[in-house]
C-alpha cells in the first residue's frame, strides 16, 4: 500500500509539473514587437518612393459601380516587417462625404440607399484585396540602429465624381 501511495505521489508530482511547465509562456524576443510609428526613430518607406504605393493603388483599385458623387477615405494599416514585406493587412475603417451636397443629388429610394451602404463597404475589401498585391519592398522602419517590425497606418482618398 505504501508503495501504490508512493507511486501516485510521484505520478502526480510529474503531472501538475509538466502542467505548469506546459502553460508558461515566453516572453517575446525585441524583434517580435509591433512598434507604432512614433515610437520609432526612423518610419518605413517604399523603397522605390512611397508615391508608388498610391499610383498602384489608383490604377488597381475596382470600383463599385453605383458610387458616384463621394469622398471616400479608406483608413487601413498593416505591419511592415524587418525584411520590407507588408503583413497583417487591415481595412478598419472608411469615411465617406457628399462632393456635393445631397440637396443637389439624391438617391431616389430606400433600396438604393442600402445597395450603396453594401458598395461602400465592399470598398474596404478592396483596398484589402490591392495592398495585399503590392510586392514592392520597404524600407523598415528602425529603432536605435536595428530594423524593427512597424504598425503602418495608410489612408486611401478617393473622390468620385
Known amino acids: 500500500m505504501k508503495h501504490l501511495f508512493l507511486f501516485l505521489l510521484i505520478g ?3 503531472a501538475s509539473s509538466a502542467q505548469v511547465t506546459s502553460t508558461e ?9 509591433i512598434y507604432r510609428s512614433p515610437d520609432v526613430d526612423l518610419k518605413p518607406q517604399v523603397k522605390d518612393g512611397n508615391y508608388t504605393l498610391s499610383m498602384f493603388i489608383s490604377e488597381n483599385f475596382k470600383f463599385p459601380p453605383a458610387i458616384k458623387n463621394k469622398k471616400i477615405i479608406i483608413f487601413t494599416s ?3 516587417e524587418t525584411d520590407g514585406t507588408m503583413t497583417d493587412i487591415k481595412a478598419f475603417s472608411i469615411n465617406v462625404k ?8 439624391k438617391i431616389a429610394t430606400a433600396d438604393e440607399k442600402i445597395n ?3 458598395q461602400i463597404e465592399t470598398m474596404k475589401a478592396e ?14 522602419a528602425s529603432k536605435d540602429a536595428k530594423p524593427v517590425r512597424c504598425l503602418y497606418n495608410y ?7
Open 12 to 14: 502526480f508530482s510529474i
Open 25 to 33: 509562456t515566453s516572453t517575446p524576443t525585441p524583434s517580435e514587437k
Open 78 to 80: 498593416f505591419v511592415v
Open 98 to 105: 457628399d462632393l456635393i451636397s445631397s440637396n443637389v443629388v
Open 116 to 118: 450603396e451602404a453594401d
Open 127 to 140: 483596398a484589402v484585396r490591392v495592398l495585399k498585391l503590392f510586392n514592392k519592398t520597404w524600407e523598415p
Open 155 to 161: 489612408p486611401i482618398h478617393f473622390n468620385i465624381e
